[in-house]
């Protein structure tokens, strides 16, 4: 009897030792992430070297049943880049979908994810959204992140969910031992109800913002892959071509707006392409956070019209 007691403590202490020794280093990590005094958000993202990317695993892998949920249930989807998930974290947006009871979702993702990714997160939830909105930055691509190969890979599960239990013990440490933590890594954190982002001091750029000059060369016309995999991307999201609306923001280098359209042509998707003068980006391509609740506005000012014809949406 006693030897059974004996090896039951022994596989105790095996397991929070190694449960330790995984968690202890991202819990470290974590609490020097600025935190933030929002609720029902997770920390997506860190600067702080060991930590990094959260949130590729947290979706790939569902690792916050929370956030999968409301990405299951939403009527509207948002897809794209970074560059989407701050053009669409404004108040603009939580706006025009709570005046219209109709629940949404962003779906970006850092590191300027492309297409590629968010299928395969989407191929692993089972419900869809009856309308999606493609931010068209680099999402046409065929590329993977750095970020989306390590959520991919097969020891994926242990290590982010090594950061997912770091973040949230660092989180309680540093509420009871304030003294513990050096909070000096930019962060963001994403909403677990919407999939929004909130960024601190990330983004910023050193040699200060850039604004959009009203000339800019013209981006060139999509290439056969481009139209390819644009083909794929839209048959894999299970909709009507004319639920899907093709958007692009501004930036400093080059005008992409024809590039875009073309793009939604092909795949008989509706284009909305917001023409708004006077924007400011961070670093030439992500839209300060005035900038973003300007583009937006406008953006959701013309989404009525642009999904008219989406039977599915308007029956919701």
């Not at 390590?150 to 013990?169: I, Q």
């Not at 001091?201 to 040699?207: D, F, R």
Request: charged share 15%; glycine share 6%; hydrophobic share 40%.
């Amino acid at each position: 009897m006693r030897a059974g007691w004996f090896v039951l403590l022994s596989l105790f202490a095996a397991l929070v030792s190694g449960t330790l020794t995984l968690v202890a280093p991202m819990t470290l990590a974590a609490s020097h992430c600025i935190p933030t005094s929002s609720k029902d958000v997770f920390l997506a993202y860190c600067t702080s070297p060991k930590f990094t990317d959260y949130e590729h695993g947290a979706y790939y892998l569902k690792l916050e049943p929370q956030a999968i949920k409301r990405l299951e249930s939403a009527q509207v989807v948002v897809l794209g880049s970074s560059v989407a998930q701050m053009s669409f974290s404004t108040d603009a947006t939580s706006a025009y979908f709570n005046e219209r009871k109709l629940s949404y979702y962003l779906l970006g993702f850092g590191y300027n994810e492309g297409g590629r990714f968010s299928a395969a997160v989407l191929s692993r939830v089972p419900d869809h959204a009856s309308l999606y909105i493609i931010h068209a930055y680099k999402f046409f691509g065929n590329g993977l992140s750095t970020a989306a190969e390590a959520a991919m890979a097969e020891n994926a599960t242990v290590h982010f969910l090594s950061k997912k239990l770091g973040a949230e013990s660092a989180k309680w440490i540093c509420g009871v031992m304030r003294g513990w933590c050096e909070p000096n890594s930019s962060s963001i954190y994403r909403s677990f109800n919407t999939g929004s982002w909130e960024w601190i001091n990330t983004y910023s750029s050193s040699s200060g913002t850039r604004p959009i000059p009203p000339q800019r060369p013209l981006g060139g016309a999509p290439s056969p892959d481009d139209f390819v995999r644009a083909e794929s991307l839209a048959a894999s999201l299970k909709v009507p071509p004319e639920c899907i609306i093709v958007t692009e923001t501004p930036n400093a280098d080059i005008d992409l707006s024809e590039n875009t359209r073309l793009i939604a042509e092909h795949i008989h998707a509706n284009s909305l392409i917001p023409q708004v003068e006077g924007l400011v980006t961070l670093d030439g391509y992500h839209l300060d956070k005035p900038s973003a609740e300007r583009w937006s506005k406008v953006f959701f000012q013309g989404l009525d019209l642009a999904v008219s014809r989406c039977h599915d949406f308007s029956a919701k």
